[in-house]
């Protein structure tokens, strides 16, 4: 892909900030990431961070680290893939050693504590308002309302998270394919991979499916035996010479970016399922399977903002709190960075001033 000029620079300096001011866990990170790249600095659509979002969810590892990385790519490249993680996650290592030292040597501090009672208001308020615009995007119809609400209930009384998102996809793809119920996820992906579903195109016009896919890449990784190198012939010989969904010279990128990676050489795979991403979408089973995920990832987001809101808003000061970060978020367009920072003064003010 081309690099926006000066995407690098603004890469690192996007990520560095976010991974500096990245309180909240998983869901506030991909709520700060939406309002800088897709609010802000309109690097993507909603739609496309959505679909992000939801496959990032499917694939083990931290969701929003996985984000940092695709976002990085989208902006500048594979260097922008590289830099996007390192300075996300670079700023957190250095602010958890420094305060385990500070732990350590000085024992817990009521500082950090005021500081965080004023900034997790702010957080929850931040996720709101990012849920809320990236539902009018991932809510079509009735049975996305149904399928969100569902997911939700699920979520709070404890079931696995990556069953309830590939449960949500499944339903809304199998709805909309009118396909009969008893239709099991295997068959779907069959049907998904067959000739005669209607799919996106490659430039070279070979047909790209999500069940073509998986079953690829299923095959592969039962049959490969070997030093990751040998998933190099494998590849070649189904992703550009069988199937022709990639050039030699796309192969050659991917397996540049599984080099200069830590990890095994393995993440070549991911890397390519990255770049079909946006054909999948075109394609109408993968794309409602998609919806069916994004829709499932939103109501996974609000049952975890439930649950931190239930341990953070404790007060008439954290109510207030709250009230005014929407309000802002929402009048004012106010950058999320500067809200955190004003949560955090007001829960060292409260605590140490008003509060003592």
């Given at each position: 892909?081309?690099?926006?000029?000066?995407?690098?620079?603004?890469?690192a300096?996007?990520?560095?900030?976010?991974?500096?001011?990245?309180?909240?866990?998983?869901?506030?990170?991909i709520?700060?990431?939406?309002?800088?790249?897709?609010?802000?600095?309109?690097?993507?659509?909603?739609?496309?961070?959505?679909?992000?979002?939801?496959?990032?969810?499917?694939?083990?590892?931290?969701?929003?680290?996985?984000?940092?990385?695709?976002?990085?790519?989208?902006?500048?490249?594979?260097?922008?893939l590289?830099?996007g993680?390192?300075?996300?996650?670079?700023?957190?290592?250095?602010?958890?050693?420094?305060?385990?030292?500070?732990?350590?040597?000085?024992?817990?501090?009521?500082?950090?504590?005021?500081?965080?009672?004023?900034?997790?208001?702010?957080?929850?308020?931040?996720?709101?308002?990012?849920?809320?615009?990236?539902?009018?995007?991932a809510?079509?119809?009735?049975?996305?309302v149904?399928?969100?609400?569902?997911?939700?209930?699920?979520?709070?009384?404890?079931?696995n998270?990556l069953?309830?998102?590939?449960?949500?996809?499944?339903?809304?793809?199998?709805?909309?394919?009118?396909?009969?119920?008893?239709?099991?996820?295997?068959?779907?992906?069959?049907?998904?991979?067959?000739?005669?579903?209607?799919?996106?195109?490659?430039?070279?016009?070979?047909?790209?499916?999500?069940?073509?896919?998986?079953l690829?890449f299923?095959?592969?990784?039962?049959?490969?035996?070997?030093?990751?190198?040998?998933?190099?012939?494998?590849?070649?010989?189904?992703?550009?010479?069988?199937?022709g969904?990639?050039?030699?010279?796309?192969?050659l990128?991917?397996?540049?970016?599984?080099?200069?990676?830590?990890?095994?050489?393995?993440?070549?795979?991911?890397?390519?399922?990255?770049?079909?991403?946006?054909?999948?979408?075109?394609?109408?089973w993968?794309?409602?399977?998609?919806?069916?995920?994004?829709?499932?990832?939103?109501?996974?987001?609000?049952?975890?903002?439930?649950?931190?809101?239930?341990?953070?808003?404790?007060?008439?000061?954290?109510?207030?709190?709250?009230?005014?970060?929407?309000?802002?978020?929402?009048?004012?367009?106010?950058?999320?960075?500067?809200?955190?920072?004003?949560?955090?003064?007001a829960?060292?003010?409260?605590?140490?001033?008003?509060g003592?």
């Amino acid at each position: 892909m081309t690099s926006a000029p000066g995407g690098l620079g603004e890469v690192a300096r996007l990520f560095l900030k976010l991974g500096v001011i990245g309180f909240g866990g998983p869901a506030a990170h991909i709520a700060l990431m939406r309002e800088e790249v897709v609010r802000r600095r309109r690097w993507l659509s909603d739609e496309r961070f959505l679909d992000l979002v939801g496959m990032a969810s499917l694939i083990p590892g931290p969701t929003s680290t996985e984000l940092s990385i695709y976002l990085g790519y989208v902006r500048a490249g594979w260097p922008g893939l590289l830099v996007g993680g390192s300075c996300f996650i670079g700023p957190a290592v250095v602010i958890v050693l420094a305060l385990a030292w500070l732990y350590v040597r000085y024992g817990a501090t009521p500082a950090a504590a005021s500081a965080l009672y004023g900034i997790t208001p702010v957080i929850i308020a931040i996720v709101a308002h990012a849920m809320w615009g990236l539902g009018r995007t991932a809510v079509k119809g009735p049975l996305s309302v149904l399928v969100g609400l569902g997911v939700l209930a699920l979520a709070l009384t404890g079931v696995n998270v990556l069953v309830l998102l590939v449960a949500g996809g499944v339903v809304v793809m199998l709805r909309q394919a009118r396909a009969p119920r008893a239709v099991g996820l295997v068959a779907a992906l069959t049907a998904l991979g067959g000739a005669g579903a209607a799919s996106g195109q490659t430039a070279a016009g070979a047909t790209v499916t999500l069940g073509t896919l998986f079953l690829t890449f299923l095959k592969i990784g039962a049959v490969l035996y070997g030093s990751g190198y040998v998933l190099l012939a494998f590849l070649r010989d189904d992703l550009v010479e069988r199937l022709g969904w990639l050039t030699d010279r796309q192969l050659l990128d991917a397996v540049a970016v599984g080099q200069f990676t830590p990890g095994p050489v393995f993440t070549t795979a991911t890397f390519i399922g990255y770049v079909l991403l946006p054909r999948l979408r075109r394609a109408p089973w993968a794309g409602t399977f998609l919806d069916g995920v994004n829709v499932a990832a939103l109501a996974l987001m609000a049952a975890v903002t439930w649950q931190l809101a239930r341990a953070a808003i404790v007060d008439g000061f954290t109510v207030a709190l709250l009230i005014l970060s929407g309000a802002a978020l929402l009048a004012a367009r106010v950058n999320s960075a500067w809200l955190i920072v004003g949560g955090a003064a007001a829960g060292l003010v409260y605590r140490f001033g008003w509060g003592a």
